[in-house]
């Protein structure tokens, strides 16, 4: 089944513990990003990346890392976690570059950071 | 700067009847808009997507129209189903690889029997 799979579903852990949320897609996908959910501010962007060893900031990268070492994989790296970053998380992936190119989800990732 | 509304407050339809949800935009001359349904605990999923050249697409029961005057568009569901209860997202992008996709925070629809 074609889908992109994030880890964990949930999370809870305290200010300044690092942390990695991965996310794997298996459609063979060049594009993935990063997005957070927070009430009333809709999806916004985290990082994103075009292919392997390319990625790029999106609207909120501040306090998040990424990497793209492999074409499945992008995961999601905190440093140094803080409250401010207690959100819903979503990792997505899209055949191209192409904007006419669908997104597709991953179930999301419920971080809580006390 | 670029922005994004969809009706912040939920609807609520009776079952049978044609749902209308309204997503409008400013400061943003999108290529492409894009419809998403959300359910809880689950991540978006890709409904449509019409082009700006583009006045009008349906797929069975969802019918999108584009107005780039009025930069708005509609998002209708016919014979609504309680099924199809759900937060619906609207989103724009642009031509080029490199612009951002925008999305509006999502309007909850309700559709009761």
């Known amino acids: 089944e074609a889908q992109v799979t994030q880890n964990p579903r949930y999370l809870i852990t305290v200010t300044g513990k690092k942390l990695t949320v991965t996310c794997s897609q298996n459609?063979?996908?060049?594009?993935m990003s990063w997005y957070r959910q927070d009430p009333g501010l809709g999806l916004r962007q985290i990082y994103y990346s075009m292919n392997v060893e390319v990625t790029d900031k999106g609207d909120v990268p501040e306090g998040y890392k990424v990497s793209r070492k492999e074409k499945r994989n992008f995961p999601l790296i905190l440093e140094s976690p803080s409250p401010n970053q207690t959100s819903l998380y979503f990792c997505?992936?899209?055949?191209?570059?192409?904007?006419?190119?669908?997104?597709?989800f991953g179930n999301g990732t419920r971080l809580t950071v006390t | 700067s670029q922005k994004i509304e969809q009706n912040s407050e939920a609807l609520n339809i009776q079952e049978g009847k044609t749902a209308t949800l309204t997503c409008n935009y400013t400061n943003y001359s999108p290529a492409y808009l894009q419809w998403y349904r959300q359910d809880p605990g689950r991540g978006p999923v890709f409904l449509l997507l019409i082009r700006e050249n583009e006045k009008e697409k349906r797929k069975e029961r969802l019918k999108v129209t584009f107005d780039t005057t009025l930069k708005q568009s509609l998002f209708h569901i016919t014979a609504s189903q309680p099924a199809d209860s759900a937060t619906y997202l609207c989103a724009l992008a642009g031509y080029s690889s490199a612009s951002k996709i925008i999305f509006g925070s999502g309007t909850r629809l309700s559709i009761r029997p």
């Open positions: 997505a992936s899209r055949k191209d570059r192409e904007q006419n190119s669908p997104l597709h």
């Open positions: 459609m063979n996908h060049e594009y």
